[in-house]
């Protein structure tokens, strides 16, 4: 049962792929987000959406594009893969308002090689 | 921008001892909200503690407590009775107060390690 589920868990792919992680929160939260973390264990966050609607969007490469189709599941689509996207990417999801705890999942553990 | 720093990048206490992370912060706000998360080698990010900037009260939570300092900007986390399970990285955390948008900013992180 797990509340924030990502799929994959591992992933390694060529330099110049497109891949996509997919995200699902079973808590009924609103607000949906994707974090990165680096080698050095830098956590930064992405994007984040509430009710499918886009709320923080950092300075990312357009090369990532998160798509959230329902408020349940968001997904991150990554085009033309670098090594330097090599990192862990967590999904989290928190509850509607000002100051909610964030809950993450496992991560994925993307590769480029 | 808000900044986190936690200026120790690795500490190691002996199990059943109390240990104490540090972890300042830089804001112009006046409400905002703080957390400490763990990461063990699983990578599964954990909530350990959470603190309200208005509430003056020092969070606790079971063996962990925090020490707030608001005027300071200080937010420390002391593990008292420390376990072998509490291996792990610990994430000092800010968050704006603003309605539905919760960007939480991370610290680079502390790597604890609990000797046997």
């Known amino acids: 049962d797990t509340a924030v589920s990502q799929t994959p868990k591992y992933l390694v792919t060529q330099m110049g792929n497109d891949k996509s992680i997919k995200c699902e929160q079973n808590?009924?939260?609103?607000?949906m987000y994707w974090y990165k973390q680096d080698s050095k264990k830098f956590l930064k966050i992405m994007f984040s959406?509430?009710?499918?609607?886009l709320i923080i969007n950092e300075t990312v490469p357009n090369r990532f594009s998160p798509k959230s189709p329902d408020k349940a599941h968001l997904n991150l689509h990554i085009n033309s893969l670098e090594l330097g996207d090599s990192a862990v990417y967590f999904c989290a999801s928190s509850p509607w308002g000002s100051g909610n705890t964030i809950y993450f999942g496992e991560g994925s553990w993307l590769t480029v090689v | 921008a808000q900044t986190v720093t936690q200026s120790q990048p690795e500490m190691s206490v002996q199990e059943a001892e109390t240990v104490t992370l540090s972890c300042t912060y830089d804001t112009s706000e006046n409400n905002y909200y703080l957390f400490w998360y763990k990461q063990p080698p699983s990578r599964q990010m954990i909530l350990v503690i959470r603190q309200e900037a208005y509430k003056q009260q020092n969070a606790t939570e079971n063996r962990f407590s925090v020490n707030f300092q608001k005027a300071a900007k200080s937010f420390s986390l002391k593990i008292s009775d420390s376990q072998l399970g509490d291996t792990a990285m610990y994430f000092c955390a800010f968050m704006k107060y603003r309605y539905n948008n919760n960007d939480m900013r991370f610290g680079a992180g502390t790597r604890l390690t609990v000797k046997p």
């Open positions: 959406y509430n009710n499918k609607e």
């Open positions: 808590l009924g939260h609103d607000t």
